[in-house]
C-alpha cells in the first residue's frame, strides 16, 4: 500500500518518561490506524543494521547508544498520506524547532531525544516496516 504506511518508533527516553499512551493517543487521534505494534529493545546490532544509512555520519554512535538504552515501542501506522501527515503530526527532528503542539515538541528533549522516528519517504516506510513486522503480524484497517 505505498503512500499509505508508515513506521514509528517511540523513542527510549519517552518510554522511560511513560509518554508512550499520550504519542499513541494523538496518532489515532490524528486518524491513524495502528496495524502492528510491539514493544521491544533493540540489540547493538538490530540498531546499527536499522540505522545503517547513517554509519558515516558524526551522530551514528550516540544513536545507536540512545536506540538501545531502553525498551522502544515500534508501529506501523495507516492513513491515506501516511508519510506526510506523520511527519506534520511529529514535526521537526530537533524539538526546539517543532512547531507547538507536535510530538516532538511536546514530548522531545533534544536532537537525539526527540520522542519517535517517523519514516522519511515511501521506500523508506517499506523498508522499516519490513525491518520490524512480518507480513503474518500486519492487519489493514476495516473496510
Not at 540489540?43 to 554509519?55: C, L, N, R, T
Not at 519517535?116 to 473496510?143: L, M, T, W, Y
Amino acid at each position: 500500500m505505498t503512500g499509505n504506511i508508515t513506521l514509528t518508533m517511540i523513542k527510549p527516553l519517552a518510554f522511560r518518561n511513560n509518554s508512550s499512551g499520550n504519542i499513541l493517543s494523538r496518532i489515532t487521534n490524528a486518524g491513524f490506524w495502528i496495524v502492528a505494534a510491539k514493544t521491544m529493545q533493540l540489540s547493538i546490532p538490530q540498531a546499527q543494521k536499522f540505522y545503517e544509512v547513517h554509519k558515516d555520519r558524526p551522530f551514528y554512535k550516540n544513536l545507536v547508544e540512545s536506540m538501545t538504552s531502553g525498551p522502544i515501542v515500534v508501529a506501523m501506522l495507516e492513513k491515506e498520506n501516511a508519510i506526510e501527515d506523520y511527519r506534520t503530526l511529529i514535526g521537526k527532528t530537533n524539538p526546539a524547532e517543532a512547531a507547538e503542539g507536535t510530538i516532538r515538541r511536546d514530548f522531545g528533549t533534544d536532537i537525539e531525544a526527540n520522542a519517535v522516528h517517523g519514516s522519511d519517504s515511501d521506500e523508506n516506510a517499506n523498508i522499516e516496516c519490513d525491518f520490524f513486522f512480518p507480513k503474518s503480524e500486519r492487519f489493514h484497517r476495516p473496510g
